[in-house]
């Protein structure tokens, strides 16, 4: 794709008038090109102001006060566990954070037995938890490939790709879509992400986990696919970007 | 860039910390725009309202979404809200299509949001700028691009909708941004709203 063609193709990608698979293949571009990044968004930034034709309204007050209500449930307190949003201690809280650690010390001390006898049961109790977990998990996994009624497709690797390959299972009456996948280059810093496209625009699916290997594996809920095809990506993202490199891509239909 | 921009980055940065003020203060600053936005698409209220709910708890939730680097964040918000928003009607097969021409030509009511006079003077400079470009492009591609940006319809069922050949819409899809693009960008630089 070269910078001409691109040049074409920002002005419809910024009103929506691309289709998934060019949408899919601009962005995919621009992820590696500054320049084509640079026009895509001064495209974007037009079309937004296409918004400014709507009639303005007052927004209900009851709007309000539910999208608060949500931010208050979800908590408003805890920091997001976001690369660089830890907070960096002051002098003050290092000077308290030392001293508060001694009292603490001495406190415990003679409670030491009696806590630790807790926090050994307590970490059985918790790897229970964990082993009950997987095994709902493994055996939701085996219901899903099991049915008859499933859709399955082999990824098609794009070049990008390297030795990552996999297949991606989509049972409707369940709901559920899995994604398993191997030989992902296992890079620092560099995530991986499952998206798909329907009829509702390209939707972040969740994150792939590789182990040592390059394996990973991710079942999401898609009881909301009412249509017959959707696309799925896995996908890099690399530090620094918002912009994710496709790497496995595969077309879901229902029977 | 102007305060206000600068102040929304802030803003967003304060989200990441979970600052729940910082995220009302946005969502008081720009829901009217946001609403208004899904309005404009949905032509449902409970459905636009829905819509700018999704638009903000995902603003709540994932605030990296929007990176400072590729523009001001008022464009973010109005586009993530008009894509939600698009998406909604192609999901729900809804093709209901308003007529370009209902908002043409009709007075806009005051600003909704008149707490501050300064700001809504802003808005309607921005607001006659941006007709004032679309008025110096061929019918055609206004229609066309209006109802690519508007319409939830796709090319394709523009074409039908029109009985034009697909390239033909697309191209002046694409004239008509180009053109837009050009037009705004030596219109002198007003504060978008906020």
């Given at each position: 794709?070269?910078?001409?063609?691109?040049?074409?193709?920002?002005?419809?990608?910024?009103?929506?008038?691309?289709?998934?698979?060019?949408?899919?293949?601009?962005?995919?571009?621009?992820?590696?090109?500054?320049?084509?990044?640079?026009?895509?968004?001064?495209?974007?930034?037009?079309?937004?102001?296409?918004?400014?034709l709507?009639p303005?309204?007052?927004?209900?007050?009851?709007?309000?006060?539910?999208?608060?209500?949500?931010?208050?449930?979800?908590?408003?307190?805890?920091?997001?566990?976001?690369?660089?949003?830890?907070?960096?201690?002051?002098?003050?809280?290092?000077?308290?954070?030392?001293?508060?650690?001694?009292?603490?010390?001495?406190?415990?001390?003679?409670?030491?037995?009696?806590?630790?006898?807790?926090?050994?049961?307590?970490?059985?109790?918790?790897?229970?938890?964990?082993?009950?977990?997987?095994?709902?998990?493994?055996?939701?996994?085996?219901?899903?490939?099991?049915?008859?009624?499933?859709?399955?497709?082999?990824?098609?690797?794009?070049?990008?790709?390297?030795?990552?390959?996999?297949?991606?299972?989509?049972?409707?009456?369940?709901?559920?879509?899995?994604?398993?996948?191997?030989?992902?280059?296992?890079?620092?810093?560099?995530?991986?992400?499952?998206?798909?496209?329907?009829?509702?625009?390209?939707?972040?699916?969740?994150?792939?986990?590789?182990?040592?290997?390059?394996?990973?594996?991710?079942?999401?809920?898609?009881?909301?696919?009412?249509?017959?095809?959707?696309?799925?990506?896995?996908?890099?993202?690399?530090?620094?970007?918002?912009?994710?490199?496709?790497?496995?891509?595969?077309?879901?239909?229902?029977? | 860039?102007?305060?206000?921009?600068?102040?929304?980055?802030?803003?967003?940065?304060?989200?990441?910390?979970?600052?729940?003020?910082?995220?009302?203060?946005?969502?008081?600053?720009?829901?009217?725009?946001?609403?208004?936005?899904?309005?404009?698409?949905?032509?449902?209220?409970?459905?636009?309202?829905?819509?700018?709910?999704?638009?903000?708890?995902?603003?709540?939730?994932?605030?990296?979404?929007?990176?400072?680097?590729?523009?001001?964040?008022?464009?973010?918000?109005?586009?993530?809200?008009?894509?939600?928003?698009?998406?909604?009607?192609?999901?729900?097969?809804?093709?209901?299509?308003?007529?370009?021409g209902e908002d043409v030509g009709v007075e806009d009511p005051?600003?909704?949001?008149?707490?501050?006079?300064?700001?809504?003077?802003?808005?309607?400079?921005?607001?006659?700028?941006?007709r004032?470009?679309?008025?110096?492009?061929?019918?055609?591609?206004?229609?066309?691009?209006?109802?690519?940006?508007?319409?939830?319809?796709?090319?394709?069922?523009?074409?039908?909708?029109?009985?034009?050949?697909?390239?033909?819409?697309?191209?002046?899809?694409?004239?008509?941004?180009?053109?837009?693009?050009?037009?705004?960008?030596?219109?002198?630089?007003?504060?978008?709203?906020?």
């Open positions: 794709m070269n910078s001409e063609h691109v040049e074409d193709l920002v002005d419809l990608e910024a009103v929506g008038a691309l289709s998934p698979e060019e949408s899919a293949f601009l962005r995919a571009h621009v992820a590696d090109c500054a320049r084509c990044r640079a026009s895509l968004d001064e495209a974007e930034a037009t079309a937004a102001r296409l918004a400014l709507s303005m309204h007052r927004a209900p007050s009851e709007l309000r006060g539910r999208v608060m209500a949500e931010v208050q449930r979800s908590g408003a307190s805890a920091p997001l566990a976001l690369p660089g949003a830890a907070r960096t201690p002051t002098p003050l809280m290092r000077f308290n954070r030392k001293w508060g650690a001694m009292a603490a010390m001495l406190f415990l001390l003679p409670l030491g037995g009696l806590l630790g006898w807790n926090f050994l049961l307590q970490t059985e109790v918790n790897d229970l938890k964990q082993e009950s977990r997987q095994i709902q998990e493994t055996q939701r996994d085996v219901v899903l490939l099991a049915l008859p009624t499933t859709v399955r497709a082999r990824f098609t690797p794009t070049q990008d790709a390297g030795t990552a390959q996999g297949t991606v299972s989509w049972n409707p009456d369940v709901g559920q879509c899995q994604v398993v996948v191997r030989g992902l280059p296992v890079e620092e810093g560099v995530s991986y992400r499952v998206f798909y496209q329907g009829m509702r625009g390209v939707v972040d699916a969740g994150e792939l986990r590789p182990d040592e290997s390059g394996g990973a594996a991710l079942t999401f809920d898609v009881k909301k696919w009412q249509g017959a095809e959707y696309q799925v990506w896995v996908a890099a993202l690399r530090p620094g970007t918002e912009q994710a490199t496709a790497l496995l891509q595969a077309e879901l239909r229902r029977q | 860039m102007s305060d206000t921009d600068s102040d929304d980055e802030y803003l967003v940065q304060r989200i990441v910390e979970r600052d729940a003020d910082a995220f009302a203060r946005l969502y008081d600053r720009h829901a009217d725009l946001v609403y208004s936005v899904a309005l404009r698409v949905l032509a449902d209220p409970s459905l636009a309202q829905d819509t700018a709910q999704d638009v903000f708890l995902r603003l709540w939730r994932t605030p990296a979404a929007y990176d400072p680097a590729r523009g001001r964040f008022v464009s973010w918000l109005v586009s993530v809200a008009r894509n939600r928003a698009v998406d909604e009607v192609r999901m729900r097969g809804r093709r209901r299509v308003r007529e370009i005051p600003d909704a949001r008149a707490e501050d006079p300064q700001l809504a003077v802003q808005v309607q400079a921005d607001r006659i700028a941006v004032r470009a679309l008025a110096q492009l061929p019918e055609d591609q206004r229609l066309a691009l209006e109802l690519a940006y508007f319409s939830g319809l796709t090319q394709q069922e523009i074409a039908e909708r029109l009985q034009q050949p697909l390239g033909t819409i697309k191209t002046r899809t694409r004239l008509a941004m180009r053109k837009l693009r050009v037009a705004l960008s030596a219109e002198v630089e007003t504060p978008y709203p906020v």
